[in-house]
């Protein structure tokens, strides 16, 4: 399934991210105006042994990209910069974004934060995680009086 800059479900996406960065982040309401980062392509797959976060980061120095585990939140964020040589020609076509990024991904439970792992080669960002041990409920005996 190819999707395009114009696809309306992946413009829906970006701009209920961009609301919730925006709740979490509180940014002045003149931010709105102004040209949206770029997001990375993202996939999440959830199995019953645990997730999987994939992340499309080509020509993002591994050291260029942060990963922060805040509650069931996922913050993936970083830069990617342009090209240092000068440009001679002039662009006929330019699809490649720079700059500054961020995906906040949510995820179906909170995340046992020491089994996060992240993995980056080739471009893409792999973060594996197991769901949080939830306490077991236990039945507390209630004593009377005197006991």
């Known amino acids: 399934m190819s999707q395009t800059p114009d ?3 992946e413009n829906l996406q970006r701009e209920v991210e961009r609301l919730f960065r925006d709740m ?3 940014r002045h309401p003149a931010a709105h105006f102004m040209d949206q980062p770029w997001a990375p392509a993202t996939d999440l797959l959830v199995s019953e042994k645990g ?6 980061l080509a020509g993002v120095p591994r050291d260029h ?27 006929h076509q ?3 974004y720079f700059g500054d990024f961020q995906r906040l991904i949510e995820l179906p439970w909170e995340a046992d934060e020491a ?7 080739d471009g893409m960002l792999e973060i594996r995680m197991i769901p949080a041990r939830t306490p077991r409920a236990t039945e507390v005996p209630i004593k009377g009086p005197g006991a």
Do not use: C
């Not at 942060?66 to 970083?78: D, F, K, Q």
């Open 7 to 9: 696809d309306p479900f």
């Open 24 to 26: 979490v982040y509180k």
């Open 51 to 56: 997730a999987r976060v994939i992340v499309e």
């Open 65 to 91: 990209v942060r990963v922060r585990l805040n509650g069931r939140i996922l913050e993936i964020s970083g830069r990617r910069h342009s090209p240092q040589e000068p440009i001679t020609a002039h662009y």
């Open 94 to 96: 330019a699809e490649i």
């Open 115 to 121: 089994s996060v792992k992240a993995y980056y080669r």
